[in-house]
């Protein structure tokens, strides 16, 4: 089993950067594939991003390719996604997650409690 704890989030201008981190407790967290999600009110759950377990492979959805970067520590028992050129749309809870042996879209065994992000116009 593995706790996730989100942190990074708050409130930047269009076009600004801003960097979330996610720590990990528990054992094997480099067994475990990992992603971000973002959910806007009366929405579902978006995934962002997701990274494989020793993270030399990464997937994002097109809406944010070339934006949003994953990386992870396995060392530090961390994951982080690096957010750049960011546009009012991409206000959101962003929540972090993790899923035992693989990687990629999908469902996803555990979850942080979520940072919020807000980017104004």
């Known amino acids: 089993q593995v706790q996730l704890v989100e942190s990074g989030g708050g409130l930047v201008q269009a076009g600004g950067s801003l960097r979330l981190s996610c720590a990990a407790s528990g054992r094997s967290f480099f067994n475990y594939g990992m992603a971000w999600f973002r959910q806007t009110p009366g929405k579902e759950r978006e995934l962002v991003a997701a990274?494989?377990?020793?993270?030399?492979?990464?997937y994002y959805p097109d809406s944010v390719k070339g934006r949003l970067t994953i990386s992870r520590d396995n060392a530090k028992k961390s994951v982080y996604l690096q957010m750049s050129s960011l546009k009012p749309e991409d206000t959101a809870v962003y929540y972090c997650?993790?899923?035992?042996?693989?990687w990629g879209p999908g469902n996803y065994d555990y979850w942080g409690q979520g940072t919020q992000v807000t980017v104004s116009s």
């Open positions: 990274i494989s377990r020793g993270g030399g492979t990464t």
């Open positions: 997650a993790a899923r035992w042996n693989s």
